[in-house]
């Protein structure tokens, strides 16, 4: 089993950053990747990006490109989420997700592909 605590949301203003920690704990060593998601309310989860275990390899749902960064320390267990020049729409509550080992890289932008969810922490972005 896997264990995934997000921390780092908060309020900020339009133009902004934060960095999001996604801390794993358990049997972190088969984790094939880490994906970070967000859902507004009435609106269905979005990806947002991934990265591999190795934290070499990291993909981006196109809007948020050159914004967002997700980054990893191996030694922590810990993924990060930075975000820049935040922007209201990014208001949502983020959460990250953890593939276990049976998945691959294949079709990481989908919800389904993940076996452990932490339990979100909001951003909000104020014009």
């Known amino acids: 089993q896997v264990q995934l605590v997000e921390s780092g949301g908060g309020l900020v203003q339009t133009g902004g950053s934060l960095r999001l920690s996604c801390a794993a704990s358990?049997?972190?060593?088969?984790?094939?990747?880490v994906g970070w998601f967000r859902q507004s309310p009435g609106k269905e989860r979005e990806y947002v990006g991934w990265?591999?275990?190795?934290?070499?390899?990291?993909n981006y749902k196109d809007s948020v490109k050159g914004r967002l960064t997700i980054s990893k320390d191996n030694a922590k267990n810990t993924v990060y989420l930075q975000m820049n020049s935040l922007k209201p729409e990014d208001t949502a509550v983020y959460y990250c997700?953890?593939?276990?080992?049976?998945?691959?890289?294949?079709?990481?932008?989908?919800?389904?592909?993940?076996?452990?969810w932490g339990q979100g922490t909001q951003v909000t972005v104020s014009s």
């Open positions: 997700a953890a593939q276990g080992p049976w998945r691959s890289a294949a079709g990481v932008n989908q919800p389904t592909q993940y076996d452990y």
């Open positions: 990265i591999d275990k190795t934290g070499s390899l990291t």
């Open positions: 358990g049997r972190t060593f088969s984790l094939v990747g």
